[in-house]
C-alpha cells in the first residue's frame, strides 16, 4: 500500500448519493463525495491519487483480478486520508468490516 501514514482500517459511512458517478462511468466504485467517520462529517474536495490491488484468481485460473480501489482524497478540512473500496465486501470467506474504509490520514505535503 502507498501511503506515508499509520494504517487504520475503519470503516466509514458514505452519504447515500454522494458518490462520484464520473469513476462509474469508468468501471470503478464512485468515490463518496461526503461520508462519516468516527462520528465526524467529511466531504471530499478533490482525488489525488488513485490506484488498485490486484490478486491471482482464487479458481486456480492464470488470471489476475482487482480485489480493491485506493483513493488519496483532500478533504475540505484539508485532511488528506486515503480511502478503500473492497470488491470482495460481504462475500466468501474475504468479508470485510465494510465496503468503504479509512485506510490511512497523512499529513499533507
Not at 500500500?1 to 466504485?29: C, L
Amino acid at each position: 500500500m502507498e501511503t506515508n501514514g499509520a494504517i487504520i482500517g475503519e470503516p466509514i459511512e458514505p452519504e447515500p448519493g454522494s458518490f462520484d458517478t464520473r469513476w462509474m462511468a469508468r468501471g470503478q466504485p464512485g468515490v463518496p463525495g461526503r461520508f462519516k467517520w468516527r462520528g465526524k462529517d467529511y466531504t471530499v474536495a478533490r482525488v489525488v491519487k488513485t490506484w488498485r490491488s490486484l490478486g491471482p484468481c482464487e479458481s486456480g485460473a492464470d488470471e489476475t483480478y482487482v480485489r480493491g480501489h485506493f483513493y488519496r482524497v483532500l478533504t475540505t478540512t484539508d485532511e488528506v486520508m486515503v480511502l478503500h473500496c473492497s470488491r470482495f465486501w460481504g462475500r466468501g470467506r474475504e468479508k470485510v468490516k465494510g465496503r468503504w474504509t479509512v485506510c490511512a490520514v497523512e499529513s499533507p505535503d
